[in-house]
Nanobody
Framework: VQLQASGGGLVQAGGSLRLSCAAY????????VGWFRQAPGKERERVAA????????YYADSVKGRFTISRDNAKNTVTLQMNSLNAEDTAVYYC????????????????WGQGTQVTVSS
């Protein structure tokens, strides 16, 4: 399975971005997908995750109410809608996946995308 993350960019504080994670070589309905981010000098942080059947969703406390993870089965993608962005959201965002998993920490994922930079200017 190959994952391709896209949609990052530069946005002003308070703005929105929509990240997409396209899966190749695997059907998205069989994949648990997570979004992670890593800022310079900081550890990788799990931001949001969706179980393979969509029944479980996880959000980090820092993004609850602002970020939404969703899945488009027709496009074989998982998206992360990010609203009310602030400077603390600046990081490289990665999507990761594993077959038939739940919402999990980074160690459980088998496939990782290349990362997309999100920069929020204050």
């Amino acid at each position: 399975v190959q994952l391709q993350a896209s949609g990052g960019g530069l946005v002003q504080a308070g703005g929105s971005l929509r990240l997409s994670c396209a899966a190749y070589g695997g059907t998205i309905t069989r994949l648990a997908v997570g979004w992670f981010r890593q800022a310079p000098g900081k550890e990788r942080e799990r931001v949001a995750a969706m179980s393979w059947n969509g029944g479980s969703i996880y959000y980090a406390d820092s993004v609850k109410g602002r970020f939404t993870i969703s899945r488009d089965n027709a496009k074989n993608t998982v998206t992360l809608q990010m609203n009310s962005l602030n400077a603390e959201d600046t990081a490289v965002y990665y999507c990761a996946a594993r077959f038939f998993g739940g919402v999990a920490s980074s160690a459980a994922y088998d496939y990782w995308g290349q990362g997309t930079q999100v920069t929020v200017s204050s």
